[in-house]
């Protein structure tokens, strides 16, 4: 039987480069990956125009977008995962001395309001280090992919022409989330930030998903089988990097391949753990921040963020 051909956009990363490289394939589909170079741009354009049939997307994205009706829905695949203690950078001028000190102050965000690395990184300043995020100013420099999204009254636009490392290293903003900055009065708002995600990781299991994958559901009510073959493509990719990463046989590992090896040492197991079922708490955590930050104004459950033949789906 022909492949049914989808069109398909996801970074090359270790965890799909099987499935990019063809040497794993859906066993009833065939997916035609397109090289989207700014992989944000491929979010904003699924999201306003559903361009392709499958999609790596953020996942706070996703939870924005699903919220507003958007026409795709996700499958239990999570293709990147991360730390954003290390995000939050402030002004050493600023007479900041902890981060509960960006309270009554200008914080920048990079990009949109609804960002993965922006709600993560709030959630982390709240849990970790009781920061009331009602009494900062959220200072975006773009907008939201979901345009219908509308931000809580203490988010505001930076003002044209200006750039946020331009206002941390002037002080017209005192902090910033998500925006890389190189200045001697520039410095990580969370001492030794690395080491304290770890710690996180080590004593609550903090552990922030960043990307899932989302499907037309157009193509979900055609094919009944879609997601589940499409999930079995993901994971069979998955499990290949996982074993190298193991085994050690990736010859120069990159920053990310030295996070996951660092996460299975620390944790013992499969640092990318696909399923609705491993990922429960991380995702109501997320849907907790969602919440309280005015992502989405009602909790959806778990179960309907998810295809639903994936819904016992584990790899």
């Not at 960006?102 to 993965?116: A, P, S």
């Not at 399923?275 to 109501?284: H, K, L, V």
């Amino acid at each position: 039987m022909e492949k049914v051909r989808l069109s398909a956009v996801s970074r090359t990363q270790g965890n799909n480069e099987s499935l990019k490289n063809g040497a794993v394939t859906p066993d009833r589909f065939e997916l035609d990956f397109e090289e989207v170079p700014i992989l944000v741009h491929a979010f904003r354009r699924m999201v306003r125009g559903l361009e392709w049939d499958v999609c790596e997307m953020a996942i706070t994205t996703y939870i924005c977008a699903k919220a507003h009706g958007k026409a795709f829905t996700a499958i239990p695949v999570f293709l990147v995962r991360g730390f954003h203690h290390n995000a939050i950078l402030y002004n050493i001028k600023s007479g900041i001395h902890s981060p509960k000190d960006i309270e009554g102050r200008r914080v920048g965000v990079n990009r949109g309001y609804t960002v993965t690395t922006g709600v993560w990184a709030r959630g982390i300043l709240e849990e970790e280090f009781g920061v009331n995020l009602d009494k900062v100013t959220w200072v975006l420099s773009g907008d939201e992919h979901v345009a219908e999204y509308v931000p809580p009254a203490n988010v505001v636009s930076m003002e044209q022409g200006k750039t946020l490392e331009e206002m941390l290293i002037s002080g017209e903003i005192d902090a910033v989330i998500g925006v890389e900055v190189d200045h001697p009065d520039v410095a990580p708002l969370i001492p030794d930030p690395d080491a304290t995600a770890y710690d996180a990781l080590r004593t609550r299991g903090l552990y922030p998903i960043n990307h899932t994958v989302v499907v037309k559901d157009e193509l979900l009510e055609k094919y009944p089988g879609l997601a589940a073959d499409l999930f079995g493509a993901f994971a069979r990719a998955k499990q290949l990097y996982v074993e190298k990463l193991r085994t050690g046989g990736i010859e120069q590992p990159n920053a990310a391949d030295r996070m996951y090896a660092k996460v299975m040492e620390i944790t013992g197991a499969d640092p990318l753990p696909y399923g609705i079922e491993p990922n429960r708490a991380t995702i109501e955590n997320l849907l907790d921040h969602a919440i309280h930050q005015s992502i989405i104004t009602k909790r959806p459950s778990i179960e309907s963020l998810f295809a639903k033949s994936t819904a016992n789906l584990l790899a």
